[in-house]
């Protein structure tokens, strides 16, 4: 019963919950920029209006890869919600991204290539950062297993403080938020016309938008879970999170690629590397 | 069609701009819609980069020879259904190109306009009026209703007066 | 004793005895029969005989496994002649090609087995062990030489017949081809079989000899070059082996299972050396990537699915019993080490066979790192990656073959509309790399596995993961490449000889349904392998090891399952008319149906084109690739050093 009420909460209200946040980034976007805004369920309407428009494409192989960008998305959730193994989910994300990349690399297209070609720079830039929190994880809990999060005396924020902190930075790289929206960002501010998503169209679009609830939901998941057990505060830092995320969107410049691989590894990734080597040092001495 | 589908449709207008052949008064002025004083976002609307996503084609100035070409391409990758909106004299005559020596006319010799705003350039405020005129007319077409084609604004320059009028006249 | 050996132990053990006979043999035979067919069409008939005799062979002798034959001390001489006299034509072939340091190298190992025959005269006592045996490793690899190796076989026969077209008639030298390809199988089946050093010895000469003749078989000045140092690279191997025999027998066992027994760690270290010049590993890597001038035959079968996994299959036989040693971390250093520099490597590459040389560098680095590891999780990976890479990679292989000989570019920049001119291999290709990378295939289940595998070794994990990470980047933008596709493409089957094609589709179907089992078959097969090779392991490993295969393995196959049946759902309700160019700013000149040209300036039209990343500055081969060496030798010379510390 526990099994089907999680798989129903991720498969169907998260991606709700994805599309208010994405409604409610909107809408403070907006009035932070001195305007009203749109209504807060804009993407519900977006996605009704995308659904109802001609699906054009350019050619039949693309139409495959966004469908697996949202299985895999998808997948991500239900195998952590399950308490699978993280290192699986791990890759599952990747997968959904990349499937992004190859569907828009397999058309001919110079400005989907190259939007393609920067998530790939995206993925190599907050990849480590991923890695290093299922390493920390693992170092805290002793399994790869997600359901092992669950069953810790102390959240994991006390021992993977550093972890966290580049955590964040990653963040604003797959929620494509400036400065790192290099390869295709969501509202009105256009980079590469639109990159990766740019030669899919009505339907098409609209399940990468849902995918993209989705992944809100599970990257603020994530958020909330460093506080497991404290869930409610988990929830309230993974809002604040979220805000923070929007605002140093609007206040920042967007980067150039090689720019945000650097910025990236040296200072978050390093941090990170600092708290896994802490948990390495104190594992060993422990025992 | 109180609240349908249809009107849901209504909801997001996303438009593509196209400049033809624009002095670049009418586009100024577009972009103009966007900021915190007019804020077309309030209706949904967005600007988007290219016409694969868009619901409006907004063109402004008029058609040449070289850009009749690609006013079509960009026309035929439009997803139906969808709504082309000129904006300014230009897009609907040639404006004060009219006549010139490339120069087709209105954008209407290429792709079929639903709404004209005129002026030169249209206020914002008029502009916003054309888009949620075209938004009915998006809704209409979404549900399979006929909709009217585009009537051009009849502009009626008042005769000059003044010191000039006489030498104008004599001219 | 005798009373127990009655008549069904008998025959049991002549059983066991032709299997083998048969392994090693029947190859050879179909070689020289190929060789000898007066016409292509009877060449080709032996050929597709032999390969459908020895995976019937191959497969068979899986079935009796566990077993080991014992035979008399007449072997020995037997071995050492045959040693001998392969050490000569090595010698005979490097004089050909003014290869004097090989010819050097070659005295120097008949030396070393005139003093190892010398001693062993001397009388030292030796345990006496079965000199050959097939325990489940064995029985793995043996059923990928023969069944993946007899599909190459048949696919090398067409391929040849176009090959020798473009390149003028030379029937004497295919001849000659077959004669080396077929007698192959024998030599390779031989090598996993033997469990006596002095036969590995033999057939790790033989492999060598072997894998000169076909990388030397275009006699291009760049192809003879390319030769000398595989030759001269594998003989240094060959030498450290039979160094590896005189110390083994010093220390009284004359088998891999003494060895194993005995613990000699300095053996062990000598023939991990040895392996590491088999498997291609850094800092001995290079020849692999001359080799690539050879028929791709040659590269599917000998250098990424079977001759190149002997190294790493040596490794994987000793390691259980050297568990937890010092030389077992810098094993699995250096394992990761090569697993990580050649999948960077791969990034920076066009060149398809290149990249697949890399990706073989790398997943062999992989296994050799899971060896040093020394887990049964880490084991089970290992064996994972043996089974589905061999697979895969020769797919591969053969699909850039194909390629190569229709559009006559091995680049992947020219493989755009692949799709549109090539439709079969196109999708197998993708295929293919899909099974590499992506889940519910094996490849990444191993890589999965290794990962959590190596997580109590910070530096190994490290290795890893940079490894896979960047082993998605080059198979991705491979990918990408392939099925770019023109929009209204007509798709239309692409002319091969039959022989080609089908292979081509049985071994996509192998390597889809193959991967699609992952978790059974680990579950079925890797699972006990894994258990058996570490009966002593710790409780926390062997539940490591059972966590594995109990992964949610559902989702895994359900979601991207419903993906690909929305998809193909999609493509069959497919309306053409929603078809359009791709976005140009408008400026789209629909002329063609592969090109994308715009107009540009003064009306002209230009073919809008973005090529992949490489990162040409960053990851320079050239500028790499010495320190890599300079670093790799640092760890071997460690691992000698971890020798003389203990
Ligand atoms: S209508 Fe007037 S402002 Fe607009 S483009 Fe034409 S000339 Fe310029």
Redesign the interface.
Known sequence: MGTVMALFFVVVVAPLVGLVLNGAD?VVT?RL???????LL?PL??L??LW??????????Q??YV??H???M??TL??LA?G??M??AL??H??SA?SL??G???????????G??RK??Q??AY??VF?LLV?GI?LRTGS??ASAVGRLDAPLIVSLPLVFLAYLVALEIKLEKSPFDVATSH??H?EL??GV??????PY?ALIEVAHFYETFLLLGIVAAFFVRQIWLGVGVALVVYAGAIVVDNVCARLRTTWMVRCLWTVPVMLAVCN??WL?VRRTQGG | MAWSVHELLGRSPWFVHYNCNSCNGCDIELLACLTPLYDVERFGMLHVGNPKHADILVVTGSVNHRNARVLQNVYAQLPTPHVVVGLGVCTSSGGVFAGSYNVLGGVDKVIPVDVFVPGCPPRPEAMMDGFLRAVEILKRKSAGLPSAPAEKEVITVAPPSGPHAEESDAA | MEALIGSQGLTKMTRNELAVAVLVVLPLVGGALAWLAPWRWLRSAVVWLTAGLSAAAGVYAVTLLPFSVTLGSWHEVVAVVCELMLVGLVAYFAWDERGWLIVGLCAVQVGVLIFEWLEGAGQIPVIKDAVFCLDGLAGALVVIINVIGGLILVYATGYMKVHSCHGGGRGAREGRFFLVLTGFLGLMNGLVLANHLGWLSVFWEGTTLCSFLLIRHEGTPEARGNARRALLINVFGGVVMSLAGVVAQRGGAESLEGVLGSRLTVVFVLLCIAALAKSAQFPLQSWLLGAMVAPTPVSALLHSATMVKAGAYLVLRLAPAFEGSAVMDVIALIGGFSFAVAAALAVSQSNAKRVLAYSTISNLGLIVACAGIGTPLAYAAALMIVCFHAASKGLLFLCVGAIEQEIGSRDIEDMGSLLHTMPLTAGVTIAGMLTMLVPPFGMLMSKLMAIEAAIEAPLVVLLVIAGSALTVFFWAKWIGRVQTVSYHARYRLERMPRSMMGVLVVLCAMVLGGGLGSLAIYRQVIEPMALGAFPHAAEKAVAALRAAGQLHSWPILVFPLLAVIAWLVTVWRFNPGYVRLPYLAGENRDETELSYKFTSVKDEPVVAWATSLYFRRTLNEERITPWANLLAWLLVLSLLGVLGGR
């Open positions: 909107r907006a920029q001195g305007r009203v805004g749109p209504p804009q309407y977006d009704v209006k109802r428009k001609e699906p054009l494409v350019v050619n039949r192989v139409i495959g469908y697996l949202l299985a895999f998808v997948m239900v195998l399950l699978g193994d290192v699986l890759f599952a990747a997968f990349l990349v190859i828009a690399s397999s058309v001919r297209s110079p400005f989907s290539r190259i393609a070609q790939i720079m993925m190599l990849e480590p890695i390493v693992y790869f297993m509202h009105a256009q016309v639109k998503t740019l030669e899919y169209a009505g679009l896994i080597i390495y």
